[in-house]
């Protein structure tokens, strides 16, 4: 049988994260798959991704679109993409790949982060959308947006999805039945990495300084604990958090991923106050150096953090129920009520090389069944 041409879609290359680690991995499945993209600054890129055929518009739209008018100018920008010279395309993104147009003799197979948050009710960093002023234009705006995004997810073949719990957004919103295939996690961490610089037990939060990550209220309970904490990440919201915190509350701004795992190792335990995480990759790298996690109930938490084995749970977005809960995670953590080579253990079905195998047997096994339909 003759070999598939398969090309790669990403909606955007401009911020290396959670989403371009996929792709990362994706794209060492195929490694001859050029990379289609609305968007690409090299700069952001590690050597990995910058090494591959890029193809990305050049005149300059995106750019614009990205200012204000984006919501409604990106759709045109990917399905104006040209795929007629591949038999299959892997893609993934929030929003707009699905969307991408493909002919009746080419498998599309799309791997979907989360539906839009911004267009289901989901809190998202970009707070436009709550100014009184932006509300009238953007319901109007949204309400079409929401229509496209039902269709446009019909047109993958097959829909792949990093959690049940996003697997449960997709048939919500778009009638469709997605396979779940965890999202790969860098979990080869089994030794504490020496860490000099801070002496006394801390714990530590991970993440990007927007308002619907919950910092504020992590920051006022531990104000009144007195622990120490460590806060990994960047943000609009920085500086309102720091003028908020007290002394035993220490912002490292964003550092290198060494310099993370050199702190995660060295914790006592990650808190993370999301709600609704799509799946949360945070929480199970702080796991792969055997560190328990204090996480929301809520969202793809659940998939990740089993309550006594590599963590507990706290129950409402307040001070208190963070406060409570804290009391009781810290006195396990401190008296051993964890074992690190369980919660290693935990994180190792989240690996990297899993995804890569589950995803390139899935894509093989639909392109067989395709080709000979």
């Known amino acids: 049988m003759k070999r598939p041409k398969i090309a790669l879609a990403h909606e955007f290359l401009a911020q290396f994260g959670g989403a371009e680690k996929t792709l990362e991995a994706i794209a060492e499945i195929y490694p001859e798959a050029p990379i289609y993209t609305a968007k690409y600054t090299p700069e952001t890129m590690p050597e990995s991704i910058k090494k ?3 193809i990305a518009p050049k005149n300059g739209l995106v750019n614009r679109a990205a200012k204000f008018f984006f919501t409604f100018m ?3 920008v990917f399905e104006s993409f040209n795929f007629d010279d591949y038999d299959i395309i ?5 929003t707009w790949n699905k969307g991408i147009l493909t002919k009746p003799n080419q498998l599309h197979i799309t791997y979907i982060h989360t539906p839009p948050r911004f267009l289901y009710h989901y809190s998202t960093e970009n707070t436009k959308r709550d100014k009184w002023y932006f509300k009238l234009f953007f319901s109007y705006i949204d309400n079409l947006l929401r229509i496209w995004d039902y269709v446009a997810a019909q047109r993958p073949d097959f829909i792949l999805t990093n959690s049940k719990e996003t697997q449960k957004r997709i048939q919500k919103f778009y009638r469709r039945n997605a396979v779940v295939i965890y999202p790969p996690v860098d979990v080869n961490h089994s030794t504490v990495i020496e860490n000099k610089s801070i002496q006394k037990p801390y714990y530590v939060a991970v993440g990007r300084l927007i308002k619907y ?4 209220l992590l920051i006022q309970a531990f104000n009144m604990l007195g622990l120490p904490l460590m806060i990994i990440g960047d943000g609009a919201y920085a500086r309102t958090l720091k003028g908020m915190a ?3 509350i220490t912002f490292m701004g964003r550092i290198s991923d060494t310099e993370k795992h050199r702190v995660l190792s060295n914790a006592l335990g990650l808190i993370n106050p999301v709600k609704d995480e799509d799946f949360g990759i945070v929480p199970v790298e702080a796991m792969a150096h055997g560190i328990p996690v204090l996480a929301h109930d809520s969202g793809g938490h659940r ?4 309550e006594g084995v590599n963590g507990m749970f706290f129950s409402e ?8 809960a804290m009391k009781t995670f810290d006195n396990n953590a401190r008296n051993g009520a964890y074992d690190k080579n369980k919660i290693r253990q935990s994180a190792e079905r989240f690996s990297k090389e899993r995804f890569k195998e589950e995803l390139k047997q899935f894509v093989e096994e639909k392109w067989n069944n395709f080709s000979r339909a």
Not at 90 to 94: M, R
Not at 213 to 216: E, G, Q, Y
Request: charged fraction near 25%; aromatic fraction near 4%; glycine fraction near 4%.
């Open 246 to 248: 007290s002394e035993n």
């Open 52 to 54: 591959r055929k890029i």
């Open 74 to 76: 990106m759709a045109p």
């Open 317 to 324: 977005l307040t001070v208190e129920s963070i406060v409570n």
């Open 90 to 94: 892997v893609s993934d993104g929030n």
């Open 303 to 306: 998939e990740t953090v089993i």
């Open 213 to 216: 990550k919950n910092f504020d």
